[in-house]
């Protein structure tokens, strides 16, 4: 009996011990295994035994109290700041990546020579996800390593000024109609990279943009000249450039700052310049279309005027203005947003 | 009246502090854990082994009390002290204390009409 009961201390005393730095476990088993036997009556029996131990609580909970330095992989000091980093990075990373998959899946589907719809939509959609899943737990793991290094080597939050912090940091209360949902950067993000790829394989001639019309019988016609589409892809490109880090700017803030405000503006005039250079290039229509329209009388209907067609005159000035008002909407909302 | 766990609570937080003061209190003359822990408890002190001892080890660390194992008997025993920088924290924690004391008498009023 008396055997067990020590067995029993033992164990306890290990528990407790196992839990706390290196250096202070002799001292602390040393100390409990004497404050145990204080407790106990000369020559107690196991349910003596069990009865002290009980007393003093699970060997986590004490263990807990010795320790002077409580344990966390992230403090409240940079628990915000960390929460903040994950709300912006995880869908970002995770829908930037997934579009990524997209691709990776349509290249390894086409590689494989697959042939039927639901097949070829099923290996990109698969790909698609589980790339963005994977990386958004990637994502996740990386920020949190991060902030933990941050804590714990050391390095305490800078503190800033005479008191440690400025009334003048002190944000400004946030208008609630400036808040842009999560949704509608992450949509503006996939939206435009589909886009670009769409026009991207119409320029390359993996999709073939035509279109029927019944001339005495149905013809097909590629409406765009190969020059056009060619010089079309650089801009898409640069067009999707200044969509990508719009809806990064969206994601990232979720509301009406200057950030986003600037890289909206950024994207809209680029966007309409791009258009505009694009609209005035002499052989924007393949030959075929271009005579085609010539038979039916449509320059006829619609002349040029002073070397330009009208459509195109029409066409840029509704550019222009809607453009303009857009800019101007968008300072407007963000001029509001910081008001007090 | 608060839920139990309420009360619990608001008792285990106002008696934080003041253990530290029993413990530095009581150690003015060389005592064990065990010991310690019953003189405590017979005055009324709620206090249990597995936050005093622990008490003990921090103060001991922050150089409020000295220890010595007593090895002459057949059980070894760890004997506590309150240190000369244990003593002037304990003068000034008394200090506070009768201030703490005097001010929440004088907004609350002293303990008979209290509550009314």
Redesign the interface.
């Known amino acids: 009996m008396e055997n067990k009961s020590t067995n029993l201390i033992e164990r306890y005393v290990h528990d407790v011990a196992r839990r706390l730095p290196e250096k202070e476990r002799e ?2 088993k ?3 295994r ?2 145990i ?3 106990l009556p000369e020559g107690a029996n196991e349910d003596a035994v069990k009865k002290v131990l009980y ?3 699970s060997p986590v ?2 263990a807990e ?2 320790r ?1 330095h409580p344990r966390y992989l992230i403090s409240p000091a940079y628990y915000d700041e960390y929460v903040g980093a994950l709300r912006w990075i995880l869908p970002l990373v995770g829908v930037l990546v997934m579009l990524i998959g997209f691709a990776v899946g349509a290249v390894e589907t086409a590689r494989d020579a697959a042939t039927s719809i639901p097949f070829v939509a099923s290996g990109i959609i698969s790909k698609g996800v589980s790339m963005g899943i994977s990386a958004a737990f990637q994502a996740l793991v990386w920020t949190t390593i991060g902030f933990a290094v941050a804590e714990h080597s050391g390095q305490k939050k800078e503190k800033v000024g005479e008191h440690g912090w400025r009334v003048e940091d002190l944000p400004e209360v946030q208008n609630p109609k400036a808040r842009i949902p999560l949704s509608e950067g992450i949509a503006e993000l996939v939206l435009s990279v589909v886009f670009t790829a769409l026009v991207i394989l119409v320029c390359l001639g993996y999709l073939p943009f035509m279109m029927a019309f019944s001339n005495g019988g149905t013809v097909f016609f590629n409406i765009f000249s190969p020059s056009f589409l060619a010089m079309l892809i650089p801009f898409t490109l640069v067009t999707l450039l200044f969509s990508v880090v719009e809806s990064i700017a969206k994601i990232k803030d979720r509301r009406w700052s200057v950030f986003v405000c600037v890289s909206d503006v950024l994207k809209k005039l680029v966007d309409m310049a791009l258009t505009l250079y694009l609209i005035h290039q002499p052989h924007i229509l393949s030959a075929e279309f271009h005579s085609f329209l010539a038979d039916v009388g449509f320059f006829r209907a619609v002349p040029n005027v002073g070397g330009t067609n009208v459509i195109v005159l029409a066409f840029t000035a509704i550019l222009i203005i809607a453009t303009l008002a857009d800019v101007v909407s968008k300072i407007v909302k963000t001029v509001k947003a910081h008001e007090k | 009246m608060p839920e139990n766990d309420t009360m619990q609570n608001f008792l285990t937080e106002l008696r934080r502090g003041s253990l530290t003061l029993a413990v530095l209190g009581s150690l003015r003359e060389p005592r064990y854990g065990y010991a310690l822990l019953q003189i405590l408890q017979e005055q009324q002190i709620d206090i249990e082994a597995n936050t005093l001892y622990p008490l003990l080890r921090r103060l001991e660390s922050q150089e409020l009390l000295t220890s010595d194992w007593d090895t002459s008997e057949s059980r070894p025993r760890k004997y506590y002290t309150v240190s000369a920088k244990g003593k002037e924290v304990l003068r000034q924690l008394l200090t506070e204390w009768g201030n703490m004391q005097r001010s929440i008498e004088a907004i609350c009023g002293k303990g008979e009409d209290n509550g009314k």
């Open positions: 001292d602390v040393k100390e409990l004497a404050n036997y204080d407790m007393e003093l609580g909970s004490l109290k010795y002077t």
